[in-house]
């Protein structure tokens, strides 16, 4: 109790309802059936006068004094040591009249005033709690309610001021969810709650008496994603963060069977729990079928190995299915595309290290220029088609870095309106099968001088 920040409440109390005890015995004594006083008052204060008769003494009954709270004095009763409005504190007196050992039994009721003497007082610091990540807004995370000996009302306030969570009321402290939060964007929230006894107005004369808690809020990462091919790419669609995946490639060689576990681009086949704080068990499988029964993929890595060998050119395309294995209903699914190709000893090589031609309007077929009534023709031969002379089908052709001209079977195009000049293209002749190029050797690329003209 300190004396320094005492204040009256508005209301006061007291203690306890005495029976009264009648009697027939002439009235000896009289006293005041109810006093008051102040909490924290001083020792020796005076609580009631007793008006006594001649040759009448006055005292406690035995159990009259609870805690020895008071004396008595002469024919007064004081304070025998300072009192607590949270105490429970009632007297009886009896007067004894010496002459005829009459004796009256008298009860006072002390009201106690309160004084605004205890600060709130928080059961726990810090408080920690969890919270599922996008409970709606409303849910109770908790209640954080303050104690406050004096009673009377309480009054909170939450720092920092929050988004995501608020206090019912200014004197309700039930923390509520103002919107919801993300797991992934958010792992635990810090508050700190305070409370005071008095609200902070003008009007208000003195400082109240606080207290402050911290909240610790922890987020739960809940089931909501499903498994997350990677790579991936994010992106938030309408609050909701899906990672779209754009699929595996490999590359076999036709009537070959790869030993082992499949390399495949751009990298490894597996996928995560996309609810990350989980990191559920990911099971996989080909979707609608048993991979043509050329592929198996291991349910528990995801790895793809062959069966037996392809004997068909071309790309066979799969669909593996990532689903979590407590809980199959959160599955998603990519492509794995598997190009058969001939297997390649030699590149493409084009006939010549030098092109030399003139194209003279926009959409015309260049002109050899070392053989003036023939159309340029590049033409690149593979070592690995021999039984055709050397013609493989499956090579295409293309000019590197320059948009101005297109090949076309083999055929230069000029394919925008230039200037009269001479141009040095690069062109690069490619194996489709294998993506192998004929720029890897010196003589892969030949230089296409190519004079264009526009014609009257």
């Known amino acids: 109790m300190d004396g320094t920040h ?49 040759e009448v003494t006055v005292n406690f009954t035995d159990d ?14 004081e304070a025998a040591k300072v009192l607590d409005f949270e105490q429970f504190t009632w007297v ?3 007067c004894t009249e010496t002459a005829t050992a009459s004796k009256l039994e008298l009860p006072i009721v002390v009201s106690v005033y309160n004084l605004n003497d205890n600060a709130p007082v928080f059961e726990q610091n810090p408080y920690h709690v969890t919270l599922n990540e996008l409970s709606p807004s409303g849910t109770i995370v908790g209640r954080f309610a303050a104690t406050d000996l004096d009673g009377g009302p309480l009054y909170y306030t939450l720092m920092p001021a929050s988004s995501s969570f608020a206090l019912k009321t200014p004197t309700n402290p039930d923390l509520l969810v103002v919107t919801p939060v993300d797991f992934d964007k958010v792992k635990s929230v810090q508050l700190i709650l305070t409370v005071q ?15 402050t808690t911290t909240i610790m809020v922890s987020i739960v990462d809940v089931d909501n994603r ?97 689903a979590q294995s407590t809980n199959l209903f959160q599955s998603s699914s990519t492509s794995l595309s598997i190009r ?59 000019v590197k870095g320059s948009s101005d001209f297109s090949i076309i079977d083999g055929y230069l195009f000029m394919t925008k309106d230039l200037p009269e000049s001479t141009s040095s293209l690069q062109v690069v002749a490619v194996d489709s099968t294998n993506n192998e190029s004929g720029h890897r050797s010196a003589h892969s690329a030949g230089d296409v001088r190519s004079h264009h003209h526009q014609s009257a």
């Open 6 to 54: 005492f204040s009256l409440r508005t209301s006061s109390s007291f203690l306890l309802l005495l029976i009264f005890l009648h009697t027939s015995t002439a009235q000896i004594c009289s006293t005041p059936t109810s006093v008051n006083i102040s909490e924290n008052n001083a020792v020796g204060v005076l609580v009631a006068t007793i008006d006594l008769k001649p």
């Open 64 to 77: 009259g004094n609870p805690d020895n709270a008071f004396r008595i004095v002469g024919n007064t009763m």
């Open 92 to 94: 009886t007196i009896i």
């Open 197 to 211: 006894d008095a609200p902070l107005t003008a009007a208000n004369s003195r400082a109240p008496f606080s207290a």
């Open 226 to 322: 499903p498994p997350w091919f990677q790579p991936c790419s994010r992106y938030e669609v309408g609050g909701a963060v899906v990672c779209q995946s754009n699929g595996y490639t490999r590359s076999v060689v036709l009537n070959e069977q790869e030993p082992g576990v499949l390399s495949l681009d751009p990298g490894p086949l597996y996928a995560i729990d996309g609810d990350l704080g989980l990191d559920a068990e990911i099971t996989y499988s080909f979707l609608g079928g048993d991979g043509g029964g050329l592929f198996q993929i291991n349910p528990s890595t995801g790895n793809i190995s062959m069966l037996k060998p392809v004997d068909v050119l071309g790309t066979i395309s799969l669909t593996v299915l990532a």
């Open 340 to 398: 058969v190709q001939v297997k390649s000893l030699h590149p493409p090589q084009l006939q010549r290290t030098q092109y030399r031609g003139i194209v003279s309007a926009v959409g015309s077929m260049a002109i050899d220029a070392e053989n003036k009534d023939q159309p340029l023709r590049i033409l690149a031969t593979d070592q690995d088609y021999t039984a055709t002379g050397g013609i493989n089908p499956h090579i295409t052709y293309s």
